[in-house]
């Protein structure tokens, strides 16, 4: 059974989230180059290819598992998407504009917390799925980490 509007939603949700994910990164260039880097910060080329990798798999799951999966599974899988990504740019927004840190680290550890619970809710319903969402999933969980030294030092 194809279960497209939680899918349209899914995919709705991973496109509004890479395009609003920088829309901030960019406004105050000069606060950001000043920060101490902690001594486990990968190379700028890392995010690069990180950050459109796990866009490219979150669509992947929506296209094919949520599509697929039972209608109540497909809706839980997005309303954890939903409430992840919303965490995720609320850090975009306050560790870019009102520099404030530990928000920020606040607001992406919900959202590392929220997808790993994403990865667990995916698998049950396929588990290569949640096998394609370990790699964000670790990810935020590096920018986590990332994001709590900068609060800790900033």
């Given at each position: ?5 939680p ?6 949700l991973v496109?509004a ?9 960019g406004?105050?260039p000069g606060?950001y ?6 001594s486990?910060q990968?190379?700028?080329?890392v995010?690069?290819v990180?950050w459109?990798?796990?866009f490219g798999?979150l669509l992947?799951?929506?296209?094919t ?7 109540a599974?497909?809706?839980t ?8 990504v919303?965490?995720?740019?609320g850090w975009a ?5 009102p ?15 929220l ?8 698998a049950?319903?396929?588990a ?9 999933a ?17």
């Amino acid at each position: 059974m194809t279960t497209w509007a939680p899918t349209l939603a899914w995919c709705a949700l991973v496109v509004a989230f890479a395009a609003l994910a920088n829309a901030w990164n960019g406004h105050d260039p000069g606060w950001y180059a000043g920060l101490r880097r902690p001594s486990f910060q990968p190379p700028d080329v890392v995010f690069a290819v990180m950050w459109p990798l796990n866009f490219g798999l979150l669509l992947l799951v929506g296209l094919t598992v949520v599509r697929t999966a039972p209608r109540a599974e497909a809706w839980t899988a997005t309303g954890v998407l939903a409430l992840s990504v919303a965490l995720a740019l609320g850090w975009a927004w306050t560790f870019y504009v009102p520099h404030a840190l530990v928000a920020a680290a606040a607001c992406l550890a919900g959202a590392t917390v929220l997808t790993w619970l994403l990865v667990a809710v995916v698998a049950g319903v396929e588990a290569w799925g949640g096998l394609a969402l370990v790699p964000y999933a670790g990810w935020l969980t590096v920018a986590t980490a990332l994001s709590v030294s900068y609060a800790r030092h900033g």
